[in-house]
């Protein structure tokens, strides 16, 4: 599906300014960073995760055009697609920007992935992933997400029935195993490997973990070497050094990141310098974090019918935009009693003119403040 009515609830002179941004915007060249993702061809191994609330059409949209090298959707509901539930149809839906793009889903039975399977490749994305990592308790309750990890058997006659329902790739994601005496990612990469799977992700801490601690990154690199798919390591990328250090110290294919990405698409710019330069890229300016931060809430405004959800939804984005900036607190007090998109873009001008016009560095603690999935 390809989203219709740009910026439909903005004045003219925001709709030019945001004309006036998209081309001021530094788009990724071309460049050796090209990786084969089994079928898929990335132009950076730095993926952005898919993120539960947050990865939806806008942030995947930004992300891409800082240089992600391939977006997925939030996990939907294998029971809503199969259903054809109209909101997961529209959660799976995409602008055509964002290919490489793949539509994540969770699914308890092979029926139900299979069915799913198929509903959701009507949206024409370039693939589908199928989640083994998510540790939510609802989720867990219903036998879906890390839950399978403990059932291997039946988690390869899933991936089996998904991969044969469709002509499209389909991965998998997943944790490393539900607690620390039952590590089993070596095992089940293996199964997916012969039931069929694109490539896998592992997202290096057990359900058990949730998100604290520090991810495992030799964990990545037993998987990486236990099967021959494309292994994509995921967990605590903070930043454009430690993809290097991961991809470097796993043999990993690609990096995927998730809330290192969050209010900052830059990270996929400063991967790309880094691996191709050798050294770090300036930090953005307050302007660039501003403008990519406006465009964002344009796409948001694109895709919902109603421009003040947009706005609220919009809300916890914007938190992370300007997390660091000197003054952002009471700029962010300022935005939250804001309804109207013009206005919070106003705002946020207003703010951007108290800022100094260098680059400034991210605050270090972006994960120990980053929210979670729980
Ligand atoms: C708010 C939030 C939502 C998430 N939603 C999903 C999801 O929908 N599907 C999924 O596979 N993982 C989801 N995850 C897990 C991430 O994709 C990723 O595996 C995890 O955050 C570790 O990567 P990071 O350290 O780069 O954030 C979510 C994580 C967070 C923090």
């Known amino acids: 599906m390809v989203l219709d009515g740009a910026n439909r609830h903005c004045s003219e002179t925001q709709v030019r300014k945001i004309r006036l941004l998209d081309s001021e915007m530094k788009t990724i060249p071309l460049n050796p960073l090209i990786r084969k993702l089994g079928p898929i061809t990335n132009a950076s191994p730095a993926v952005l995760a898919p993120l539960a609330g947050w990865t939806d059409t806008a942030m995947r949209r930004i992300s891409r055009k800082y240089g992600a090298g391939m977006v997925f959707s939030e996990m939907l509901s294998g029971e809503g697609a199969r259903r054809k539930n109209e909101k997961t149809r529209k959660m799976a839906g995409f602008d055509a920007e964002e290919r490489p793009y793949f539509v994540q889903y969770f699914a308890t039975s092979p029926e139900q992935a299979a069915d799913a399977a198929k509903l959701l490749r009507d949206v024409n994305p370039d693939g589908l992933d199928l989640n083994f990592g998510c540790p939510v308790k609802k989720i867990i309750l219903n036998q879906g997400g890390a839950a399978l990890l403990k059932d291997v058997s039946l988690l390869a006659r899933i991936v089996e029935a998904a991969v044969k329902a469709v002509d499209i790739p389909v991965s998998v994601k997943m944790r490393s195993g539900w607690d620390h005496r039952s590590l089993n990612a070596v095992e089940v990469a293996r199964a997916v490997e012969d039931a069929g799977a694109a490539w896998v992700t592992v997202h290096a801490r057990t359900r058990s973990e949730f998100f604290q601690g520090r991810a495992h990154w030799e964990w990545i690199g037993e998987v990486k070497s236990a099967v021959n798919i494309p292994v994509i390591g995921n967990g605590d990328v903070r930043n454009a050094e430690d993809v290097k250090r991961l991809l470097d110290m796993t043999g990993c294919d690609a990096v995927m990141i998730g809330r290192g990405a969050m209010g900052y698409p830059f990270i996929f710019r400063e991967v790309q310098h880094l691996l191709l330069h050798g050294e770090a890229c300036e930090p953005p300016t307050p302007r ?86 729980c």
């Not at 700029?331 to 003119?353: N, W």
């Open 288 to 373: 660039e974090r501003m403008d990519a931060a406006v465009q964002h809430l344009l796409w948001m405004v694109d895709y919902f019918p109603d421009p003040q959800r947009a706005v609220l939804e919009f809300r916890k984005h914007l938190l992370t935009y300007v997390k660091g900036l000197h003054g952002c607190a009471k700029f962010k007090f300022r935005a939250m009693q804001l309804l109207s998109p013009d206005e919070v873009i106003t705002e946020m001008r207003t703010f951007l003119e108290s800022l100094p016009d260098r680059p400034i560095e991210r605050p270090r603690d972006v994960l120990e403040s980053a929210p979670v999935w």
